[in-house]
């Protein structure tokens, strides 16, 4: 294999690994979301328990903190 052919090659090895990493992290982050539905606490938030509000959910469905909470977090 030429050297340009396999740096293609471990570049398209490289995004093929980063959207299934992506992948697997929306997965794990919805299925937090449908526990949280079956247990009643989707839509609060996790620090503070007050309701996350409807425009932030729609916007990021599996969000678990309130805007101004997360504001904080980063």
């Known amino acids: 294999i030429e050297s ?3 740096a293609n090659l471990e570049e398209e090895r490289a995004i093929a690994t980063s959207i ?3 992948n697997a992290e929306q997965r ?3 299925e937090a979301a449908l526990k949280r539905i079956a247990d009643g ?3 609060y938030c996790e620090e503070t328990g007050d309701p996350i509000g409807i425009p932030r959910l729609l916007a990021y469905p599996s969000a678990v903190y309130a805007i101004e909470v997360q ?4």
């Open 20 to 22: 299934i990493e992506h």
């Open 71 to 74: 504001e904080r977090h980063e």
């Open 41 to 43: 606490t989707y839509g």
């Open 28 to 30: 794990a982050e919805v």
């Open 4 to 6: 340009g052919d396999r």
